[in-house]
């Protein structure tokens, strides 16, 4: 579930940029945040270059998110694959992609 954690956090961080009254915007950007892609939705949520910077000076937050960007919703139900308590660290361990993340939401 610590996958979803990540995804929540990217929707909130959407949410943030979204303005009180604000007409959707087109559906092709809507779709995109309906979504359980992380790496979509980073995109959506803007911080594609705000991640960059974050990994260029935190070599453990580009491992952790290495192995989080890989989470879908399928791989919870996998016996084999990414590792549950790596993720878990990955996402809120120290250096997490959680940690990061909380700035923007």
Known sequence: MAGLVVECALK???ARKTQR???????????GMYVHDLNKLLM???L??????????????????SLVKDWTVESRYLAIGLNGE????????RNGVLG???QYW
């Not at 594609?48 to 998110?65: F, M, Q, R, Y």
């Not at 790596?86 to 361990?93: C, H, I, M, Q």
């Open 86 to 93: 790596e993720l878990y660290r990955a996402v809120a361990g």
């Open 100 to 102: 990061w993340l909380r």
């Open 44 to 46: 959506v949520a803007g």
């Open 48 to 65: 594609e270059s705000a991640l960059d910077t974050g990994v260029a000076s935190n070599p453990a937050l580009k491992t952790n998110w």
């Open 12 to 14: 909130s961080a959407i």
């Open 21 to 31: 009254r604000e007409f959707p915007p087109k559906p092709t950007v809507v779709s």
